[in-house]
C-alpha cells in the first residue's frame, strides 16, 4: 500500500522538475537582482533595515547587498554564499561571481528543456571551466621581478577595481593610497596592520595615507601633549576605584571617621596598583576601561600620559602595531612586553582631536583617514577601498595579471568554443552554453552603460579572432579599446575565484532534484 503522508504536517516537497524550476528561478532572480551593480557604470542599490533606527545603506558591492537579504530560497542561498566567500578570499568580484553563475543555470534550464540530463551538463561545464582557466593561465603576465612595472601592475589593478565603485571620480588618488598602504606591508596578508578611520566632513579627496597609527581618543587633562621615544604598556585591566567588589556586601560603620578609613585604604590599594604600573619605566599607558579621575591624577604627577577606554580594535592593533602586548597584571615588569615608538602627539582632522603614533615598531602599519560628505559615503567608500586593499595584498602574493573590461571573459569564450566543436556527443551544447554564459559579463558591462551590448560583443568576437587582441569593452567612448592602452587590468586570483566558484555553484544547484521544506515547530501551550 502507498504511504500517504511520509512527512509531518506542513511539511512541502517539491520534486522533479518543480524542485529544478524553483532553484533555478531562484538564482536567475538573485543574479538578475546585482546584474546592474557591475561594471563601472553599474547602479547602486539602497537597503534599508526593518529594525530599529532603520538603517539605510547605499552601496554596489555584491557581497553587502546579498548578505543584507533575508532569503527564503534554498538556490538563491548558495549564491549568497559564494559571493561572501569570493568577498572573504579576494575581495573583488562578488558580483560577477553571481551573474556568471545565474548565467550557467539560465543556460543549463534550456538544455535540461531540450532533454539533456543534468550530469552531462556538469561534465560539460566541468570541461569547459577547465579549459577556461588554462586560457587564462597562458595568456597572464607577470612583473614580479621589475618593481616599476609590478608597482604601475597594482596601481592599474587598483584603479579598474575602484572604477566601479563610489571612488571612481578619484580613483587615482584613492589607487595611489591603496597601493603605497599594500606596499608597506611588505607581502603579508594581514590588512589588520592598515586601519580606516572615517571622519565625515571635507570631500572624499581630502582622504589621506598617514604611517603610524591613529587611535579615535583624546588626551587626559593635565597630561604631557607630546612623548617623544614613548614606552607604551597596553592594558586591559579595571582603573576605576576598587570598590567593595563582593555583591550585596554591607559595611556597617560607627562613625564618620571609619568611613574615611574605608576611603583611604581604597585609595592606598590604587595608589599600589598605579606605582606598580609606573615601576615598568613606561611613560604612556593605554587602558581598555575606564581610568578614575584619582588615577589619572597620579599618571600625570608621574609625567605619564594615559589614555582610558581605547575600544577593543584600538588597543589590539596598537599592540600589534607598536611589538607590546596586553597587559592585565603588574606584579612582575620583566615579562611584560612593552611597545615602543618614537613620537606620541595630539593631532586635529576637522573637529576631533586624536593621538598620532608615528615611528612604530611594525614599519607595516599605517592609517587610512577618510573624509567625506556623510556617514553612508564614508562607509561605501571604506568598503570600495577595503576591496581595493585585498585584491591588491593577494596580487602581492600572486603576481599575475590580467587585461580588464570583458577581455579575459572574451578570450575564454573562444577557446571554450572551441573545444564545443571538438567534442562529441552532448556535451558538447553544454560546453557551448558555458561559453554563451561567459559572454555576459562583458554584456552586462555594455548593457549598464547604455551601449548597444549585441553590436559590442559581436566586434568584440571578430577582433578577438586575430591573434594576440588585446580588444575589450570602453565603456567611456562606447566602443572597443585597447586594454592594454587604457591600463584596465585584473588581478588573475580574482578571475580564476569567480570562474571556478561560479561553476561549482551553478553544478552543485544542477543536481537538485528535490527540496524538502521542514514543518516549523509548534509552540507548545503551556497551561
Sequence with gaps: MAVDNLLKDEATEEKGERARMASFIGAMAIADLVKTTLGPKGMDKILQS????????VTNDGATILKSLHIDNPAAKVLVDISKVQDDEVGDGTTSVVVLAGELLREAEKLVASKIHP??????????????????SQKVTDNKDDGEKFKSDLLKIAMTTLSSKILSQDKEHFAKLAVDAVMRLKGSTNLEAIQIIKKPGGSLRDSFLDEGFILDKKIGIGQPKRIENAKILVANTAMDTDKVKIYGARVRVDSMSRVAEIEGAEKDKMREKVQKIIAHGINCFVNRQLIYNFPEEL????????????DFDGIERLALVTGGEIASTFDNPESVKLGHCKLIEEIMIGEDKLIHFSGVEM?????????????HVLDEAERSLHDALCVLSQTVIDSRVLLGGGWPEMVMAKDVDELARRTPGKKSHAIEAFSRALLTIPTTIADNAGLDSAELISQLRAEHHKEGSNAGIDVITGSVGDMAELGISEAFKVKQAVLLSATEAAEMILRVDEIITCAPRKREDRM
Design 119 to 136: 550530469m552531462t551538463i556538469i561534465s560539460g561545464y566541468r570541461m569547459a571551466a577547465e579549459c577556461a582557466r588554462n586560457a587564462l
Design 50 to 57: 526593518t529594525g530599529r533606527g532603520r538603517n539605510v545603506t
Design 299 to 310: 599618571f600625570a604627577d608621574a609625567g605619564i600620559l594615559a589614555i582610558e577606554h581605547a
Design 363 to 375: 614599519g607595516q602599519a599605517c592609517t587610512i583617514v577618510l573624509r567625506g560628505a556623510s556617514f
